[in-house]
């Protein structure tokens, strides 16, 4: 489960990474064509950030699932 975390949270630094050289900061007053790639660039980035956070929850329900099934394992295996 740690290689979901660690990915997940690898694939978030990503999106950060092409967020900030693509999309960057929106201009003040921009053209239409300028809106429209500032959108085509946060929509991509969006998508990065999701599918990194949603790695990050698999591997972290996935860890805390793990550990319960084996401190069960271990509370049974006592009495």
Request: aromatic share 14%; charged share 15%; net charge positive.
């Amino acid at each position: 489960m740690r290689k979901f975390i660690l990915s997940g949270i690898l694939v978030i630094i990503c999106g950060l990474f092409y967020d900030l050289l693509f999309a960057g900061i929106p201009y003040l007053d921009p053209t239409p064509e300028m809106s429209a790639r500032y959108a085509f660039h946060s929509d991509i980035a969006a998508a990065i950030y999701t599918t990194g956070f949603g790695g990050l929850l698999v591997g972290i329900f996935g860890g805390v699932a793990k550990f319960l099934v084996r401190h069960r394992k271990t509370v049974e295996s006592m009495d």
